[in-house]
């Protein structure tokens, strides 16, 4: 089946220690995305990549990162974690940038911040 | 800007009730409506979603209808189920935008 698989499902860091969280789709989308979801709360977009050209949020921390270096994977790099980084990361795809579009969302990585 | 209301929760039900979740939003333009099923420990889901005014969407016994005269796109459901229970968001992307809008969520529970 087509799907969206992120890797690891839960990852565990130390405070300040650069983590890297993974997502690879077999949609064959040229968008994919990156949100944070906090404890109790919704969902919050990053940001994405059309293809190569990448779309950063104008809320996003520096200190988030992301690459994408072919169509099936990307990944998102947290240059030095903190507590309050701690979140679940949800990454979706979309086959275009048509508001009518569907986001195909992914199981999501846990992150601890230790 | 651009925001989603929903109705807040946590809600239980039992078993075979009629299920209304509302949410409504503010947004400019025509936006694309969703609503996103989350199970304990997964990622979102799309339930079923509608693109312009007065479209009706519908999954799995579920179904929301596109109101814009109200900005509303309420869910509902006629009988839930124990495995309906999960948290439900509305969502909402803008007219050119690419970033989906999501509501707070509401956690739903169905006894048996």
């Known amino acids: 089946d087509a799907m969206v698989i992120q890797n690891p499902r839960y990852q565990v860091t130390q405070f300040g220690k650069p983590v890297t969280l993974s997502c690879s789709q077999t949609?064959?989308?040229?968008?994919m995305y990156w949100y944070q979801q906090k404890s109790s709360q919704a969902p919050k977009l990053l940001f994405h990549?059309?293809?190569?050209?990448?779309?950063n949020e104008a809320d996003t921390p520096d200190n988030f990162q992301s690459r994408r270096p072919n169509t099936s994977f990307c990944f998102l790099d947290i240059r030095s974690p903190g507590l309050g980084d701690a979140a679940m990361y949800l990454c979706?795809?979309?086959?275009?940038?048509?508001?009518?579009?569907?986001?195909?969302f992914g199981p999501g990585t846990r992150l601890l911040v230790l | 800007g651009d925001s989603v209301t929903q109705m807040e929760g946590p809600v239980t039900l039992s078993e075979e009730a009629f299920l209304t979740i509302n949410c409504t939003y503010t947004?400019?333009?025509?936006?694309?409506l969703f609503w996103y099923v989350q199970y304990p420990g997964e990622g979102l889901q799309l339930l079923l979603k509608?693109?312009?005014?007065?479209d009706k969407g519908s999954n799995k016994g579920f179904e929301a209808t596109y109101r814009k005269e109200t900005t509303s796109f309420h869910l509902e459901k006629g009988s839930v189920q124990v495995s309906d229970s999960a948290v439900y968001f509305c969502?909402?992307?803008?007219?050119?935008?690419?970033?989906?809008?999501f509501g707070q969520g509401t956690r739903l529970t169905i006894n048996p």
């Open positions: 979706a795809t979309s086959r275009g940038l048509a508001g009518t579009e569907t986001q195909y």
């Open positions: 949609l064959n989308h040229n968008v």
């Open positions: 990549y059309y293809d190569k050209d990448f779309n």
């Open positions: 947004a400019t333009g025509y936006p694309s």
């Open positions: 509608a693109t312009k005014a007065d």
């Open positions: 969502a909402l992307r803008p007219q050119g935008a690419q970033k989906l809008v």
